[in-house]
């Protein structure tokens, strides 16, 4: 299967029995990332995070509603 990254429109090829191209298959929303635009995102997200300026804006739920 010949897929593109959504970042730097460069063309790989994917197994196609694989489970990353059923996703991408099943779930049109579902975007390709090539390895060297994963890891360079992952870095710069990781040296944000450690930075003293970030705050992490995700809400921590301390109790699950129980109906």
Not at 20 to 40: E, F, G, I, V
Not at 43 to 57: A, D, G, L, Q, W
Request: with cysteine; proline share 3%; aromatic share 6%.
């Amino acid at each position: 299967m010949r897929v593109q990254c959504v970042l730097c429109d460069q063309i790989e090829t994917i197994d196609s029995k694989s489970l990353q191209a059923k996703r991408l298959r099943n779930r049109r929303t579902s975007t390709y990332m090539c390895q060297p635009c994963h890891d360079r995102i992952t870095t710069n997200t990781v040296k944000r995070i450690n930075s003293e300026n970030f705050i992490f804006r995700r809400e921590i739920k301390n109790e699950h509603y129980l109906p």
